[in-house]
Every structure is written in structure tokens, then in C-alpha cells.
């Protein structure tokens, strides 16, 4: 069974890096935005990832940072990849990237009249730019960066690229299952859909929608097999 995999974003609190990291999240989001509610600093995202087990990743999320600005964070918090979501250019992001030694997301916020093509179009360029570029997020356009809660039409991502992507943009309990059997993305990505309130998740709501995901598994797993065996 393909397992799709799952980041958790926005974590400000312990007890919220440790109910994702026991729901079973194979990624911890950490927002170096400042003008985000879901900001924290280097020394509370190092403190918290402190207690990270092995094999969980930890993606440190940021918004037209300089290098120096990447680099500083890095250093005092050890993320294993970076974020980009801002109007970082490709040349930008893979110097980002190089000063820090680390691999990277690109985000990629989907309008209206975005176009499968522009998808495939947008991951070639960031794919030349770098060796350390590792994938596009998908999320929804809106005016600011990141955890509007909005979804976008799904059913532009391309088959070939879909096993690529990360999706996110209004994921929630309610359409976790419905997105991962549509897309069948590589991952998912939630930040809003899991909070009680702006930066404080909800531990209940975070095992739910784990669980929404391991239905879709299961549901796109019956569904192959039937047709493997029809």
C-alpha cells in the first residue's frame, strides 16, 4: 500500500509537536515568518525539536529571508529541509538553500487560471536551479503567505506529477480522504485545518485527520487491486 506522507505546520507548542509526532506526522512545520501567528523563533523551534524522534522530518518554513536570515536559523535549529513561500525567485531559492546546505520545497500557490502545464513547467525550472531543490507544495493563491484555509481545484494537478507534489491549501478532517484518493499526492500538508485556534493545535483533530489520510490509503489500495484483478 502506497503510505501517503503527512507534515503537520505551524507547531508553536511542545504538546503540539509531540500529539502530531504520536498521530504518526512524518513532518513538523516551524513558521520563521514573522508577521505569521503561527512565527516562532529559532531557540523555541530548537527546544521543541529537541524532542523529535528519528526519522520525523523537521521543515522550517520561510518567506523572502535573506541568506543570512536562513542560515542563522539553521544553525541554531537543525531543520532538515527548507520551506520557500514567499516571491523567492528559483536562483534565489537555490541560493538560499546553498547557504545553508539543506534541501527545499518550493511553494507554489495556484490561482484560478493555473494550468497543469504551468505546474509541470514551474517544477522543471526549480528542478535546473538546484540539486537541492527536493519538490513543489501546492497551495492556494490568496493575497498573503500561507494558512488562508482555502482549497483549489484539485483536479489540475497532472498524473504525472501528482505522485511528486506535496498538497496542501484547505485540507481539513472533513476532505483529508476525498484530496489523497482524488490527487494521490506524495504528501499532505495542514496548518489551520488542525488548530483549536491560530497556532494552537488540536491534538484530536490532528489523530482524525491522520486517519483520514490511512482511509484514503486503503480506499485508493482496494481500488487498484480491483482493477488488477479485473
Request: with cysteine; net charge neutral.
Amino acid at each position: 500500500m502506497q503510505r501517503t506522507r503527512i507534515k503537520i505546520c505551524g507547531l508553536t507548542r511542545p504538546e503540539d509537536v509531540a500529539a502530531a509526532v504520536s498521530a504518526g506526522a512524518d513532518a513538523l512545520g516551524f513558521v520563521f515568518y514573522p508577521k505569521s501567528p503561527r512565527f516562532v523563533t529559532a531557540a523555541q523551534a530548537a527546544a521543541m525539536m529537541s524532542a523529535v524522534p528519528p526519522f520525523v522530518s523537521t521543515v522550517g518554513l520561510f518567506v523572502n529571508a535573506s541568506p543570512a536570515e536562513v542560515a542563522a536559523v539553521t544553525h541554531i535549529a537543525p531543520v532538515s529541509q527548507l520551506q520557500f513561500h514567499g516571491d523567492e525567485t528559483a536562483q534565489q531559492c537555490a541560493a538560499l538553500a546553498a547557504s545553508a546546505n539543506r534541501p527545499f520545497l518550493r511553494v507554489f500557490r495556484v490561482r484560478p487560471d493555473t494550468r497543469g502545464a504551468d505546474l509541470l513547467e514551474y517544477e522543471n525550472e526549480y528542478r535546473a536551479a538546484s540539486p537541492l531543490f527536493s519538490g513543489l507544495l501546492l497551495d492556494t493563491f490568496v493575497d498573503a503567505y500561507g494558512g488562508a484555509g482555502k482549497v483549489f481545484d484539485w483536479s489540475i494537478v497532472p498524473k504525472d506529477i501528482a505522485p511528486r507534489v506535496v498538497l496542501s491549501g484547505g485540507l481539513s478532517v472533513q476532505n483529508a480522504t476525498d484530496a489523497v484518493v482524488r490527487v494521490r499526492p506524495y504528501a499532505v500538508d495542514i496548518s489551520s485545518g488542525v488548530e483549536q485556534q491560530k497556532g494552537i493545535k488540536d491534538a484530536h483533530k490532528i489523530a482524525a485527520f491522520v486517519q483520514a489520510v490511512r482511509v484514503a490509503d486503503a480506499t485508493s489500495e482496494s481500488e487498484n487491486h480491483h482493477e488488477r484483478s479485473t
